[in-house]
């Protein structure tokens, strides 16, 4: 069996280190360029909906968008109908920084594709999401408390 895990992790994790190094001059720390763009382009998302979009646990989402509104990348407001629910935002600094986000991952896209047809990159597009949408099913298994069978 090919270690295809393996290889999407290590694309993963150096690009996430690239995006890393490259947005601390923005003040953006440890993968929190990933909830901003979310936000920027869901803007009105709820943290829950969020950390389910990113596949991270509500405690670790709660953490980075806290720092994102310490930071002035974002703004919580209250939802009209239920106090308790709090409406994320991108703030002005916020929509500033997107564009150079942005154009990181189109660059980033268009390195990691270089020398791939157009049906290729199609190819790949469409089994990767099958992909996820197969480990999202465990994911979701996972995090009501329930445990795999190897």
Sequence with gaps: M???LREVGMIAR???SISNIEFKK???TK????YLVRIYENPGIIQEKL????KVDRTTAARAIQKLEMNGFIEKTDDQNNQKIKKLFPTEKGRTVYP???S???YSNNVALAGFSDGEIESIFNLLQRVRKNVEKDWEFVKKG???IY
């Excluded at 993968?31 to 990933?34: H, N």
């Excluded at 950390?51 to 990113?54: C, D, N």
């Design 2 to 4: 090919k270690e295809i």
């Design 14 to 16: 150096a690009l996430d």
């Design 26 to 28: 923005y003040d953006l």
């Design 31 to 34: 993968g929190q360029y990933l």
């Design 51 to 54: 950390a389910e979009m990113i």
């Design 100 to 102: 150079y986000i942005k």
């Design 104 to 106: 990181e991952n189109d």
């Design 146 to 148: 329930n445990k795999r």
